[in-house]
C-alpha cells in the first residue's frame, strides 16, 4: 500500500525552526520528484519546495527562499524540509506529495495526509 507519513509539525514562536519528514512506504520515493505544499486557513493549498530524483534540482516559492530547505535520504525513503526563521505566516497545515515522475513539473501522484504548523508571534 503506497503511503506518505509527515510529521515533526507543531506549535513554534516566530524566528524559530522545525524540521518537517516526509516517510514513504509502499513504493520507492528515490524515483520520483517529491514536493511540499501548504494550506493555511480559508486558502488555496500552495507550492512551498520541490526536489528533483536525477540531479536534485530544488525549487522554493518566493515567500520561503532563504528560510527554507528540502533534501531527500534515499537510504531511509524520507524527504525533509529544514524551516528556519519561521513567520506567523508559515501557519498552515504541510503536506508532502510524490509527484508523477522524476520531474517537478509533473503534477503530484500520491499525498500525506498532512501535519499541522503553528508559528505564534
Known amino acids: 500500500q503506497v503511503q506518505l507519513v509527515e510529521s515533526g509539525g507543531g506549535l513554534v514562536q516566530s524566528g524559530g525552526s522545525l524540521r518537517l519528514s516526509c516517510a514513504a512506504s509502499?513504493?520507492?520515493?528515490?524515483?520520483?520528484?517529491i514536493g511540499w505544499f501548504r494550506q493555511a486557513p480559508g486558502k488555496e493549498r500552495e507550492g512551498v519546495s520541490c526536489i528533483s530524483v536525477h540531479d536534485r534540482s530544488t525549487y522554493y516559492a518566493d515567500s520561503v527562499k532563504g528560510r527554507f530547505t528540502i533534501s531527500r535520504d534515499n537510504a531511509k525513503n524520507t524527504v525533509y524540509l529544514q524551516m528556519n526563521s519561521l513567520k506567523p505566516e508559515d501557519t498552515a497545515v504541510y503536506y508532502c506529495?510524490?509527484?508523477?515522475?522524476?520531474?517537478?513539473?509533473?503534477?503530484?501522484?500520491?499525498w500525506g495526509q498532512g501535519t499541522q504548523v503553528t508559528v505564534s508571534s
Open positions: 506529495a510524490a509527484k508523477g515522475n522524476y520531474l517537478c513539473s509533473s503534477p503530484p501522484r500520491y
Open positions: 509502499g513504493f520507492t520515493l528515490a524515483y520520483y520528484a
